[in-house]
């Protein structure tokens, strides 16, 4: 009945079946470099290419190496990897949002500290007693150190010291530099804890 159904069907020749469990044939053992001598054999008839006549493969630009600066450009250029790397601070397990939104001033500072005018021993006494007489008032603050325009050297002395005292301040969460239009470099907005 099947077999009138399939009318118009090729029938496929039958395929000899093969047992299982008969042996696999294996390659003849070679030696220690079959490998070698198989590669060899073919890449024998192998051609090198000849060199691209339109010149497209560039060889890799020349680095030169940095020129030596002079003494005024590298003290400035070594003051500014400071400010770069004294520009904010996060303590651990602060989530780094809250440095974002310092850094944009989402949160006004509740008070401020103008350390204009005072030598450094000063401004990290007046920053500690600031900041723990502030951390149960206010959320953040601000400090103004200035930029150091007007020291000798023109070295930020107080901005480096007041950065000190507060990435090691326990109550300090996080700072970073205010908003230009409230002082930019020359302050720092600081969250405080609780």
């Not at 000899?16 to 490998?35: I, L, T």
């Not at 051609?47 to 630009?61: F, I, N």
């Amino acid at each position: 009945m099947i077999a009138d159904d399939l009318t118009g069907f090729t029938r496929f020749p039958k395929v000899p079946e093969v047992p299982y469990n008969q042996g696999v044939k294996r390659r003849p053992e070679k030696g220690e470099n079959a490998d070698a001598e198989d590669f060899a054999r073919a890449m024998a008839d192998v051609v090198r290419l000849k060199p691209d006549p339109r010149g497209r493969v560039r060889t890799a630009p020349r680095i030169d190496p940095p020129r030596a600066a002079t003494t005024s450009n590298s003290s400035s250029a070594r003051q500014d990897a400071d400010d770069e790397s004294e520009a904010a601070f996060v303590a651990r397990g602060v989530d780094r949002r809250e440095l974002r939104k310092l850094k944009r001033g989402d949160d006004a500072p509740g008070n401020r500290l103008d350390l204009h005018r005072k030598t450094a021993a000063e401004a990290v006494a007046s920053v500690k007693r600031f900041i723990d007489a502030s951390r149960r008032l206010h959320r953040s603050v601000c400090i103004v150190h200035g930029r150091g325009l007007h020291s000798e050297g023109n070295v930020a002395i107080l901005k480096s010291r007041v950065r000190e005292c507060l990435r090691s301040h326990p109550a300090v969460l996080a700072y970073a530099d205010a908003p230009p239009n409230d002082g930019g470099p020359g302050a720092v907005y600081v969250l405080l804890r609780n």
